[in-house]
């Protein structure tokens, strides 16, 4: 045969040209299946930027090694109560085994935290606590804001630094609650919203494709902008999104049809490096 008349580097080489034409004939079909199934135009991109609220939690490194071999640049908004160690310190310090545990894990997640940023990621306050915080005291709502960027400031790279209220509370009504976003301004924040969302946090849709469809056809029908995704849970601070985590380098090739990952700032042009 000819082939074996080759070279050996020659005919390995000639393999892994074949090997990627194949897959690449394959998802040329299966993105032109996913287009027809979600209705996505046949000659529009979309631009496309993940992000993930309630962390840091414990599947968080699974998320970041996704993100790294994938090559996406993504925001994470982080809950300052997660990685405010010094509670567990205080408590840990007077002999409490099981404080002295939680501060083994804050710690771990701070150096998570540290992680995010190395990667190159942008970090956001999620706030201190998951409040509502159109429901908050003046005084509360202050407080809770600025504890956030007490803890959060180290880990920022942008000015203003990117703020995502929790359930949205204070930027989908705010106009009944314009206190809440004039707070944050004056704490030196910028309000981050989303254009659609995987609804990963309801049940429901932690099966099958569910919130693969949910994304693809909010932008299918014609967004561009950012995901709502979650890697933790926040009423439990050592919890995370454990279906998200598990299927997120399922979902890339399929939104990858049809959209291109951009970073945040693509969308926000008032984000602007610290110096």
């Known amino acids: 045969m000819f082939i074996s008349l080759l070279p050996l ?6 393999g892994v040209l074949l ?8 998802m040329a079909q299966n993105c032109q299946s996913y287009r027809a199934k979600y209705h996505c135009p046949v000659d529009k991109r979309f631009q ?9 939690g414990s599947v968080t490194p699974q998320i970041l090694d996704v993100l790294k071999r994938e090559r996406i640049p993504a925001t994470f908004f982080i809950l ?4 405010d160690c010094q509670p567990y310190r205080n408590s840990c310090s007077q002999g409490n085994q099981q404080k002295c545990q939680s501060l083994k894990r804050c710690q771990q997640r701070r ?9 190159g990621h942008l970090i956001g306050s999620h706030s201190y606590q998951h409040h509502r915080h159109s429901q908050l005291s003046p005084a509360e709502l202050h407080r809770t804001i600025k504890r956030s960027k007490q803890i959060l400031q180290p880990f920022f790279t942008t000015t203003p630094a990117p703020f995502r209220l929790p359930y949205g509370d204070g930027w989908f009504n705010q106009k009944k609650a314009p206190q809440v976003i004039r707070a944050l301004t004056q704490q030196g924040f910028t309000h ?9 946090w309801n049940k429901k849709n932690q099966v099958g494709t569910k919130i693969l469809d949910n994304v693809m056809k909010q932008m299918c029908s014609g967004r561009n902008g950012t995901v709502l995704l979650h890697d933790g849970v926040f009423e439990n601070e050592h919890e995370g999104r454990v279906f998200t985590a ?21 969308f926000n042009k008032k984000l602007k490096p610290l110096r």
């Not at 496309?48 to 840091?56: E, K, P, R």
């Not at 300052?80 to 990685?83: A, H, Y």
């Not at 981050?192 to 990963?200: K, L, Q, R």
Request: hydrophobic share 45%.
């Open 111 to 119: 150096q998570t935290l540290k992680r995010i940023k190395r990667e």
């Open 80 to 83: 300052g109560n997660k990685v």
């Open 192 to 200: 981050i919203g989303w254009e659609m969302s995987g609804f990963d």
């Open 19 to 26: 090997g990627l034409f194949l897959a690449s004939n394959v």
């Open 48 to 56: 496309l930027h993940l992000s993930f609220d309630d962390g840091v």
């Open 246 to 266: 598990k299927h997120l380098a399922e979902w890339i090739p399929v939104l990858r049809c049809v959209a291109d990952f951009v970073p945040l700032q693509h």
């Open 9 to 14: 580097k020659k005919y390995r080489f000639a």
